[in-house]
């Protein structure tokens, strides 16, 4: 308590303690604006406030003084700043170039429905539709051209295709290593084994890429002979790669946390170390291998760099594994630097980068939870 | 009295499955060191060719794909400062976050929990997300609030630069520095504390005088860590300050810069003739990671002095 009362008694700490405090609600504070502003941008996508119809509705310039001014503000798509700075010729101006453009479209998309459509409604971006000249209801993204197509299924399914290769690539293989390490290996190989995986850790995901192109897309082509140098299988296996050193050091650690006790218990009982790795301390230690896989499917899910280098980037909808294949991450970074502001594509790129954020968010929250679960079980038997 | 059971690795020769199960883990954790073996082997091999010193001292011509005159120096001054302006705000907001865990905080309390929950998730959002975030937040945010309180002619602050590029790196590697910080305070002896209060130290310059001096070390480390992980990410610059060439060096925090990931995947990407310009391509790997790395190296270095003067001081 004197300690207490001294420290209440000092204004110059009392003081330093509030600035503290504030600085450390800096974490929380960037949580949540990155929820919010990257949500702001994709909120009018939620909100069915965006509309990529090639034929929209035209209100002839000389009815200008008719509409009432929240009329005018949202038929040109203006915001409320926009608005307020523009007076009546600028307005007059941009109704005029609006009418023109609409007289401009082509023959062909006056009777065509899809230059009708709003295409970010929700049943265009996630439900398949028939588009004119195509025979059956389709999967398409193909956010340029006349006619805006923003279905997210082919760009989900490919991130979803890439993520459960990496998986099932990185997970047995750091899993198997990880077993390795912490229960079999003398300390000597432990000493060259782990300032590797910092060593992998410490590679830059785009030289990932890179080893992707030039060396592992031939060489699995020349193993496994699909058609398609750069596919999903490639990305998903560069991908893994990147994803060994998390899911290695988690998985090593939940290992090692299994109290030495359990190991020497069945070693007394005549089990070989493998028996005691494999029946004893790997169960133990199941929940914290199971986080490893949350978290590193986390983290393959948003990765870039690898999968925008070698996935050969068509955005088709397919389920093979040798096609080439586009993720959510690759259509972002492959495609923001051509939308506009404020447009719709750039909304809906942003929409996928809210669904990343959201997914990675729950990823990382399950995954936490178990390793908390894990320890704290461990250290209250242990 | 039966014989006593035999020592675990004899009867690991005789059992079948055994053997499987330490060969196949073994073969796996040989795999990943072939494969980080390949990697580096195949950068540092194939790179060396086209690496000279006029490679990483001059400014590239427009058309950087021509292995006459190709060159990275404002790659890696673009680089360097990126990671450098990112240090400026990471570091002091990451200690002080550490410093109130740590030393403030009751451990496990709702708020910690809470600081501790958002960190893990910063830790895990995806590196396009952070690059979203600077174009949203950063540019297109504060940046275009800025260029309109100034009453700037076009945008200034609205665009893409060094500053929001650093920024953004500095969110994400925020974590990395907490993580570190945390756990350079955590190892120092609780004694050392007990001693500096006792003597009618206050909390605060227990704190500035024997805590985090001490401590020193680990926030570097942590500080290092943060740098070698910014200096390879190439998503999250993308949109806040990445340019495809530029025929100058950055002189303004305003300006764009070019960046050394950003260039490699150009390289890997844009090439006109990927065969011709793969010697390049490598050179530029090489010239990454020789920087990441030695970026670490440095650190390390500075840390053991450090560490020896902290022991010769006591």
Redo the contacts between chains.
């Keep these: 308590m004197g300690l207490k009362r001294g420290h209440k008694a000092r204004p110059v700490e009392r003081v330093a303690e509030i600035l503290i405090f504030t600085v450390s609600l800096s974490t929380i504070a960037l949580i949540l604006l990155i929820f919010i502003f990257v949500g702001r941008e994709a909120f009018p996508v939620l909100l069915g406030k965006t509309n990529s119809a090639l034929i929209q509705p035209v209100i002839p310039a000389a009815n200008l003084d008719q509409l009432r001014p929240e009329e005018v503000r949202e038929y040109l798509g203006l915001t409320a700043q926009q608005f307020k700075e523009m007076d009546r010729e600028t307005l007059m101006a941009l109704m005029e170039s609006r009418e023109e453009a609409s007289n401009d479209i082509p023959e062909s998309f006056r009777n065509d429905p899809d230059a009708k459509a709003n295409t970010t409604q929700f049943r265009y971006l996630i439900r398949p539709h028939q588009w004119t000249g195509y025979d059956r209801p389709e999967y398409i993204w193909q956010p340029v051209g006349t006619i805006h197509k923003y279905n997210l299924m082919p760009l989900i399914v490919g991130s979803l295709k890439v993520t459960l290769i990496g998986l099932l690539f990185a997970v047995p293989v750091s899993l198997g290593a990880a077993i390795y390490v912490s229960q079999l290996a003398s300390p000597r190989v432990r000493e060259w084994v782990k300032p590797g995986i910092e060593l992998l850790a410490g590679i830059p995901s785009v030289v990932m890429g890179v080893f992707a192109l030039l060396l592992l897309a031939s060489l699995l082509q020349r193993i496994f002979g699909y058609q398609f140098r750069l596919n999903a299988f490639v990305a998903g296996i560069a991908l893994g790669l990147t994803a060994v050193p998390l899911i290695f050091s988690i998985a090593e650690d939940a290992l090692t946390s299994v109290p030495r006790s359990y190991t020497q218990a069945a070693l007394a009982l005549g089990a070989s170390q493998w028996q005691a790795s494999w029946q004893v301390v790997l169960p133990a230690a199941l929940p914290g291998v199971f986080a490893a896989a949350v978290l590193g499917f986390g983290r393959c899910i948003g990765e870039t760099m690898v999968v925008l280098i070698a996935s050969g980037n068509a955005s088709t909808m397919s389920w093979s594994v040798f096609d080439s294949t586009r993720s959510l991450t690759a259509t972002i970074a492959a495609e923001m630097a051509e939308a506009v502001a404020g447009g719709h594509h750039y909304r809906v790129l942003f929409l996928l980068g809210t669904m990343l954020f959201a997914v990675t968010f729950v990823t990382n929250f399950v995954g936490e939870l178990i390793i908390h679960r894990l320890k704290g079980r461990m250290e209250g038997r242990g | 009295m039966k014989a006593a059971?035999?020592a675990?690795?004899h009867?690991?020769g005789k059992?079948p499955?055994?053997l499987l199960?330490?060969s196949?883990?073994?073969?796996?954790?040989a795999?990943?060191?072939v494969?980080?073996a390949?990697?580096?082997g195949?950068?540092v091999l194939q790179g060396l060719p086209a690496f000279s010193w006029r490679f990483v001292s001059t400014v590239p011509k427009k058309d950087f794909f021509d292995i006459e005159s190709a060159a990275v120096l404002p790659m890696i001054v673009g680089t360097t400062i990126r990671v450098l302006v990112m240090t400026v705000f990471v570091m002091?907001?990451g200690v002080?976050?550490a410093?109130?865990?740590t030393e403030?905080?009751r451990a496990g309390s709702p708020y910690t929990r809470?600081?501790r929950?958002?960190?893990?998730?910063?830790?895990?959002?995806?590196?396009?997300?952070?690059?979203?975030?600077g174009?949203?937040?950063f540019i297109?945010?504060i940046g275009k609030n800025l260029d309109e309180f100034m009453g700037a002619e076009g945008p200034n602050f609205g665009q893409p630069a060094v500053i929001w590029a650093s920024l953004t790196l500095a969110?994400m590697t925020?974590?990395v520095v907490?993580v570190a910080t945390e756990e350079a305070l955590k190892a120092i002896a609780p004694g050392l504390r007990e001693a500096s209060?006792a003597l009618g130290a206050?909390?605060?310059q227990t704190i500035l005088r024997i805590v985090l001096p001490n401590a020193l070390p680990g926030i570097l480390t942590g500080g290092i860590l943060a740098i070698?992980r910014a200096?390879?990410?190439?998503?999250p610059i993308?949109?806040t300050g990445a340019a495809y060439f530029m025929a100058d060096l950055p002189k303004r925090l305003t300006d764009q810069f070019m960046d050394l990931?950003?260039h490699?995947?150009v390289l890997?990407?844009q090439s006109p003739n990927i065969e011709k310009t793969?010697p390049i391509?490598y050179a530029t790997?090489l010239v990454?990671?020789l920087l990441?790395?030695s970026l670490?190296a440095v650190a390390i270095i500075v840390r053991a002095r450090m560490r020896q003067a902290l022991r010769a001081g006591h």
């Design positions: 059971p035999r675990p690795f009867s690991q059992d499955v055994a199960g330490v196949v883990t073994g073969f796996a954790t795999l990943i060191l494969i980080l390949v990697i580096l195949s950068v002091p907001i002080i976050t410093v109130y865990l403030y905080a809470i600081v929950a958002a960190i893990n998730n910063l830790a895990g959002v995806p590196s396009i997300v952070f690059g979203l975030f174009l949203g937040f297109n945010f969110v925020l974590p907490i209060l206050t909390k605060l070698s200096a390879g990410e190439v998503a993308l949109f990931g950003y490699t995947y890997a990407t793969t391509l790997v990454l990671l990441t790395f670490n």
